[in-house]
């Protein structure tokens, strides 16, 4: 039976802010059982399974489950499910299930009003001239921008098929981990449940302690995501710019192929792009289309690999022979694939004029979020 003790990381788990995923998977390691926690509409909202077949079990409430109610003040707020050793509990098991109620209670999902305000906000980021709708979905959820405000875009990729309410889960695992690191709102992009995007009130520890949980959440749920995250900003007039800012941090992540959230201010030369994003889009689509582009398409029509092999190139300074080996061919085949190159684009690898519009052509590709499809699953994203 694990000892009194087992509590504490817990309990000190909870002060510091942890997500309800977090905490549910320290109190599962210290039952040593499968732990799974439901709201009070019976939504998953945390799981913590020693193996595929027990989280199988516990969302069937099979055999060997024991279900409790999760009550604060008198108020059932969900159900927590175990699967282990549940018949041999801690004496402070009621205490840890309260706490674990609050949690709950606290990270309970907003209401009908608070989530249309935080989805009005939302879609206003990307809404030209909509400063006004912005101030006023702040106020009315009551965010504060002026001690620092950060944008964070989540994009998503299903690995295998999702379940009924998957999209559902998904926000409200972000909105927990948004939450974790300061006051915060979260919502879909344009109704597509693949893209979330939250705005953290807090500063700038508390925006990345929030992109980083969203990205581990996240990923526990769909297998790959990518997050990209603003610099803080202090009115509603920037926020426009700060969702462009995450925006392009997670087209970069994307298209760089990041595994970890992604900073504006991490994207390098990228970042002289984003004016180009913000004021004249179309231009900056042409020079990509003048450039890269019929790369692209060729790889998408024949399954061949120009596009990486152009980039790998450029990533060992002009060297046919270490971006062979990186590409683990022959320099025959780098040797033919940038003369490909050459006759599609009508630029020249070795020229440093031909070197530098290809190299500022794949740039705007991945700021346009122009990924190339990829064996696993990458798809072309706009």
């Known amino acids: 039976m694990p000892q009194a003790e087992a509590g504490r990381p817990f309990a000190e788990a909870v002060e510091q802010g942890a997500s309800l995923p977090e905490l549910a998977r320290l109190l599962a390691r ?34 060997g489950v024991v279900s409790e109610p999760l009550l604060h003040a008198g108020e059932r707020v969900g159900t927590v499910r175990l699967l282990g050793r549940a018949a ?19 990270l309970a999902l907003p209401g009908r009003a608070a989530r249309r305000a935080a989805q009005r906000l939302i879609d206003a980021l990307f809404a030209a001239g909509e400063s006004g709708a912005l101030a006023a979905s702040l106020g009315e959820l009551g965010l504060d921008p002026a001690e620092g405000a950060t944008v964070v875009f989540v994009r998503i990729h ?30 879909a992009r344009e109704g597509d449940e693949r893209e979330l995007v939250g705005v953290v009130c807090g500063g700038d520890e508390a925006a990345q302690r929030a992109a980083a949980a969203a990205a581990r959440e996240l990923s526990g749920l769909a297998g790959r995501c990518v997050v990209g995250y603003s ?32 900073g504006f201010e991490q994207t390098g030369s990228y970042r002289l792009l984003l004016p180009a994003v913000r004021e004249n889009e179309e231009e900056l689509r042409r020079f990509y289309e003048e450039t890269v582009a019929p790369l692209l398409a060729y790889d998408e029509q ?26 683990f ?8 694939r940038l003369e490909r190159i050459k006759e ?19 740039k705007a590709m991945r700021v346009l979020g122009l990924a190339p499809r990829r064996a696993g699953g990458g798809e072309l994203r706009r």
């Open 302 to 327: 024949y399954q061949t690999a120009l596009v990486e092999t152009l980039q790998t190139y450029l990533d060992c300074d002009g060297s046919v022979a270490v971006a062979a080996q990186r590409l």
């Open 344 to 362: 599609l684009s009508g630029l020249d690898v070795a020229s440093s004029e031909g070197r530098e519009r290809l190299s500022l052509g794949l």
């Open 88 to 106: 041999d509990l801690p004496p402070l098991w009621p205490l840890l299930r309260a706490l674990l109620a609050g949690e709950l209670r606290r």
């Open 30 to 63: 210290a039952l040593d059982a499968s732990l799974l926690v439901l709201d009070r509409a019976g939504l998953t909202v945390a799981v913590a399974a020693r193996s595929p077949a027990e989280e199988r079990a516990l969302r069937a409430a099979g055999d």
């Open 329 to 336: 061919t022959h320099r025959h085949t780098v040797y033919y």
């Open 158 to 187: 299903h690995q295998g098929s999702v379940g009924e309410g998957w999209g559902e889960r998904a926000l409200t695992l972000f909105e927990q981990a948004l939450r974790g690191g300061g006051a915060a709102v979260a919502g």
């Open 231 to 262: 610099r803080s900003v202090r009115s509603a007039q920037e926020l426009p710019r700060a969702a462009a800012e995450a925006l392009l941090a997670a087209n970069v992540a994307e298209g760089e192929e990041v595994a970890e959230p992604l």
